[in-house]
């Protein structure tokens, strides 16, 4: 048994309290569990921008019997969600995540973890967070793209590349397929009118980012904000979006999904905007690194057929998704860039809220030239 819960600082440098605060919210949350001990907290490196996630196993015994089982904690930022809350019941990114997940799971047949309960005190451990079972499986890199080198990806074979593709897709189709009316997401509209559009998100992202610039320009992102109004395709085809819909974001088995994850991103919208969060992705693992595309990797085209096969829906307009994808990465990059100055990563200087690669990718979709070109290396 761990050391009692002391009080936890407000922002995670200490995480040596983490164990004795999860032991005593096992035993709180299921009474029928006791002794519980937490051994083994895995923090990987890289977690804490958009949540922290904290690996660990769990013993305990119930019915008189001792039990164990490895578990996966996400904790709530210090400094808050990097996507705009879709509405004020989305203040908490970690709650809007165990909501969604807990949609997909009674609504849909897309894979998600075991749910074992959200704790919106932050008393407990420094922040609000939730606990889901720990689901085996191997996630492709993003640093470096799988496209270049690393594991998963690269080393399959050509149908296990295409299958790896292909059910992914099906999986997001099956999250597409959830009636967002029936299955109560009310508290996701962004609209506040039961009328979600993509004119809503539009406004609630350049709301966001003009908080977040704080004055600083961005010509980029601003000429993205007029081309998606100007040419918007009135898609009323509203449904719950992923949001950040990635081969990245999914764990694989037997490259099959095993799971879906990492839902801060998720909203009412037409469901298109995956489909360009998607490509956007492909073409960052592809095109704007010179990578060769893998044998058996379905191309665009394919990927698109794929998706309309598996889901019975027409993807319309995909270069106007895909320009609306690099716009919202392009908006959490200011965000991101400034945790990245604050944390005292990357010279202030560099300013990577607005010089970054993601500005340079929504610049080549639009046509346009760039005047603040990446200064990072």
């Known amino acids: 048994m761990s050391t009692e819960l002391r009080s936890a600082p407000k922002f995670h440098t200490d995480r040596s309290y983490y164990g004795g605060a999860l032991e005593q919210w096992i035993t709180r949350r299921y009474p029928n569990r006791t002794d519980a001990t937490v051994t083994n907290i895995d923090i990987p490196v890289s977690t804490g921008f958009s949540n922290e996630t904290v690996f660990f196993d769990a013993t305990w015994t119930e019915d008189r019997t001792e039990r164990s089982d490895r ?23 970690v709650e809007v995540q165990y909501r969604a997940m807990e949609t997909v799971a009674r609504h849909c047949d897309a894979p998600v973890p075991e ?17 889901m079972g720990h689901t085996e499986g191997r996630v492709p890199a993003d640093q470096p793209r799988y496209s270049e080198e690393g594991f998963l990806v690269n080393e399959a074979t050509p149908a296990q590349r295409h299958r790896m593709v292909a059910t992914g897709l099906e999986a997001m189709a099956q999250i597409h397929s959830i009636d967002w009316r029936d299955a109560g997401l009310d508290w ?34 601003s000429a993205a904000f007029d081309w998606l109004i100007a040419n918007d395709p009135g898609d009323e085809r509203i449904g719950l979006s992923w949001g950040d819909s990635r081969l990245g974001n999914i764990l694989w088995q037997d490259y099959r999904p095993a799971a879906v994850l990492d839902w801060e991103a998720c909203a009412l919208s037409p469901t298109e905007a995956d489909i360009g969060w998607w490509l956007m992705f492909d073409r960052m693992s592809f095109d704007d690194v010179g990578a060769a595309r893998m044998e058996g990797f379905p191309t665009r085209s394919e990927m698109i057929s794929i998706y309309e096969q598996v889901s019975g829906r027409e993807v319309r307009a995909p270069h106007y998704w895909e320009v609306f994808g690099a716009m919202r990465f392009c908006a959490i990059f200011i965000g991101l860039g400034d945790r990245l100055t604050d944390s005292g990563l990357i010279g202030k200087e560099l300013n990577p809220a607005v010089n970054n690669m993601v500005t340079q990718a929504v610049a080549d979709l639009l046509g346009i030239d760039n005047p603040t070109p990446s200064n990072i290396g």
Do not use: M
């Open 71 to 93: 578990f996966v904690a996400r904790i709530e930022p210090a400094t808050g969600a990097l996507f705009p809350a879709q509405s004020p019941h989305c203040g908490v990114s």
């Open 115 to 131: 749910l074992l309960g959200y704790e919106s005190d932050p008393a407990v451990i420094g922040q609000p967070f939730f606990v």
């Open 188 to 221: 996701l509209d962004a609209s506040g009118t039961q009328q979600p559009s993509t004119r809503v998100q539009l406004d609630l992202y350049r709301a966001s980012t003009t908080r977040e610039l704080a004055g600083r320009e961005h010509p980029v992102l």
